[in-house]
């Protein structure tokens, strides 16, 4: 039998993710230690309590739930338990690629926390969502999402798998995108 990680990716996040493993493990501690000295803001505070609500904001989901999963990678391979494969879900990727060994925990952090920056000046002064999408094949998206285009940007950002797309642009034409979507089935 062969043993494969499949990394989640942004949306998972939550306040409290990894409070009890940092407790409880010296290993996810130093791996979670260790990636925090590349952010410039307090990542524990920012997974395990959360006050100002900024998890789900896309510059700090990235580095959390990166750090979370390689603390997680961490500890497992303390335990002798390795994968043959890794993958990821979109974010999970890149806990995909350091779990490989293409990149170290420090350095899996470093890269998210500057892909979150990005992706965060990027949208500065817009209105901008996405959701994901279940149980709807891409024809039927990209058909709502070509109707609610009519209240501005909204695209297929991530093909997931089959039976999870996800769509991102400006609120209000993604909000209306998700309404069709629902309409049609997902």
């Known amino acids: ?21 940092y407790e409880a493990s010296a290993v996810f501690r130093k791996v979670f230690d260790e990636a925090a000295t590349v952010l410039d803001f307090d990542l524990k505070t920012t997974c395990f309590e959360d006050p100002e609500g900024v998890i789900n904001l896309t510059r700090y989901t990235q580095p959390c739930m990166v750090a979370f999963a390689a603390g997680v990678t961490a500890m ?9 494969y890794a993958a990821g879900l979109s ?20 890269l998210v926390a500057f892909r979150g920056q990005a992706m965060a000046k990027a949208s500065e002064g817009l209105d901008c969502g996405m959701t994901a999408v279940l149980a709807l ?13 009519a209240l501005g940007v909204v695209q297929i950002c991530n093909y997931n798998c089959p039976g999870q797309l996800v769509i991102g642009g400006l609120k209000a034409a993604v909000d209306r995108a998700a309404e069709l979507a629902k309409e049609a089935g997902a």
Do not use: N, T, W
């Not at 039998?1 to 493993?21: T, W």
């Open 1 to 21: 039998m062969k043993l494969a990680f499949l990394y989640a990716g942004q949306g998972s996040q939550h306040a409290g993710m990894g409070a009890d493993l």
């Open 76 to 84: 497992l391979a303390d335990a002798g338990i390795r994968p043959e």
């Open 91 to 110: 974010l999970g990727e890149y806990s995909a690629l350091e779990c490989a060994g293409v990149l170290d925990a420090k350095s899996a952090v470093e």
């Open 137 to 149: 094949d891409r024809d039927k998206l990209q058909a709502c999402c070509d109707q609610a285009s």
